[in-house]
C-alpha cells in the first residue's frame, strides 16, 4: 500500500505554486517534504488532500483518488496550530470524529475506550476531562495528533506540525512524533521548512524549491549526497567544499583526484583508519545516523557522518576517510 502522486500540478490564478511533482510514501514510512517557505510544501500538501484544485495524480494503493472530495479519501491532516475546539474538553476533541459517524451508548462506550486509548498513544492519559487553554502549546499538538488518528488513516498529511511551538519542546516532540507514528504504524506525509524536524521524524526526505522537486530518497542517502551545493546548506550542512578546498580534502584524504567536485557532498566518514584527523565540534543524532562537524587538521571545519553505533563526543578526537566509492559514483553523475 503506496500513496503515490503522480506530475501533480498546482496554480493559484495561474500562477504554478507546485510543478510536476511525483512522489511515493510506502506504506508505514514518513517521508518529509523539506524546503524553504514559499516553495510550494503546502500547497502539495492540500492537493495531496483535495484541498485544491490539481493536474496530475494522487492514488492509494493503486486506487485513484484524485477526483474523490477531501472527506472521502481516508486521508487526515494535522495542522501547524492544531486547531482544537476551544470549548471541548480533550476528551471530546480527540473523540469528536468518532462521534460524528456513530451514535447510541454502546457506541459511547467505545468512543470513551478509544479516545483513551489515543491519549495513552500520545503520553497524555487522564487528560481527558481538560480543556484545551489549560494546556501548554506540546500538550495541545500531542492533542491534535490523536484526534487526527482517531479513524486510523490511511495517510496522516502534517503541515508543518511542530513549528509553532519553542525550539526545545519542539526538538523533544519530534522524537516523540516519530515514536507515535511507528507505533500507531501510520503513514504519513509532512511538510516542513526544519531540517532538524524532518530528520527526527521521518524516513524519507524529499527537497522542493520553486515548486518542483529537486531530490527525494532515504534520509542518509540524501543527507550524503545531496544534489547541489544548495540542498547542501538547506540540509544544514556546516560547509559546502568545492573547487580548490575539495580538491585539498581529496589530497590528504588520498581519494582520486578525478572526483574533486563531488565532495562537496558529504562522503566525509568517520573511520578508525582514516587519514584525517580532527576535533569533533557538533554532533546532530537522528534515528538513522549521526552526523558531525570535525575541525579538520589544516582543512578547517568538515561535515561527517558516523554510524549510529559509534560513540563520541565534542571534543574528543577522531579519524576520518572519504567515502571513496561514493565519490566515485557522484563523479561520475
Ligand atoms: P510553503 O508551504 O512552502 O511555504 P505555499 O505552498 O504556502 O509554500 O505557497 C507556495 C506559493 O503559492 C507561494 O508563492 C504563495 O504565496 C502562493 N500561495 C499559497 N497559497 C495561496 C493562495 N491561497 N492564493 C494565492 N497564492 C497562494
Redesign the pocket.
Known sequence: MTLTIRDLS?A??D?P??RGVSLEVPDGSVLAVL????????????GVAGL?QATGSVAWDGEDVTRLPTHRRGFALMFQDGQLFDHLTVGRNVGYALRLRSRGRAARATEHARVEELLALVGLEGYADRLPRTLSGGERQRVALARSLAHQPRLLLL??PLSALDAGLRRHLAGELREILTRAGTTALM?T?DHEEAFSVADRLAV?RE?RLVQEGPIDEVWRSPVDAGTALFLGYARVLEGDAARRVLAAAGAPAAAAVAVRRSAVVVDERGPLEGEVRSIRSTPQLQRLVVAVDGLGDLDAVAPLDHRTSPGDRVRLGVDVTRVAALAGD
Open positions: 498546482v493559484y490564478d500562477v505554486a507546485v524546503g524553504p517557505s514559499g516553495c510550494g510544501k503546502s500547497t502539495l500538501l492540500r485544491e503541515d508543518e511538510v521548512h522542493m515548486g
